[in-house]
């Protein structure tokens, strides 16, 4: 047999194609499903915890009477609960108000207390929350509701562990003032 026909013969012989075909594809295949389980994991936790941000923010904002360690505590526990997880949680709360500051009606924002409870620290002022603060009106406090869930993936690969921080920004709806254990601002 010549070289150009044994060549010919080999290249048109197709036994054994599918099996490697199968050793190059299935790992790949069963790597994308772990994959797609993965992110659709860090989805959940992100829309989870979104939603739980928003129930405690709603919470804080229809709060009437003074504000204490033990309140925000058992509202970190709520949210822990609320986000389905084992992790460690965190909540901050930053109240901020917009008042006049001088005869010509000028207006500034105003810091007027931060909290936490859990893996979160308190901000120590306005400048530390005033990137985060929408357009208010005269008068108007708001209630800036951070929470922080750690995020440890399914499967060790395609997703680092990390910290997912959630924001949900609120005013106060029935009260003139917020007070910190009887300290009001």
């Not at 009106?137 to 910290?163: C, S, Y």
Request: with cysteine; proline share 4%.
């Amino acid at each position: 047999m010549s070289m150009k026909k044994t060549i010919r013969s080999f290249w048109k012989d197709t036994s054994g194609a599918i099996t490697i075909e199968a050793v190059l594809a299935v790992p790949l295949l069963i790597w994308t499903y772990l994959a797609m389980i993965v992110f659709w994991d860090a989805y959940k936790n992100e829309l989870v915890i979104s939603k739980a941000t928003y129930t405690a923010a709603d919470v804080i904002s229809r709060h009437q009477s003074d504000f204490d360690q033990a309140y925000l505590d058992g509202l970190n526990d709520v949210f822990a609960w609320l986000s389905y997880t084992g992790e460690p949680t965190g909540l901050r709360v930053t109240w901020v108000k917009q008042e006049v500051v001088d005869a010509a009606g000028n207006t500034e924002r105003v810091f007027i207390r931060s909290e936490a409870s859990g893996t979160l620290t308190g901000y120590s002022g306005i400048e530390d929350v005033e990137p985060l603060l929408p357009s208010m009106g005269t008068g108007e406090r708001l209630a800036i509701v951070e929470t922080e869930m750690k995020f440890t993936p399914i499967a060790n690969f395609a997703l680092p562990e990390m910290d997912l921080l959630n924001r949900s920004i609120v005013p106060m709806r029935f009260v003139a003032q917020v007070c910190w254990e009887g300290e009001c601002g």
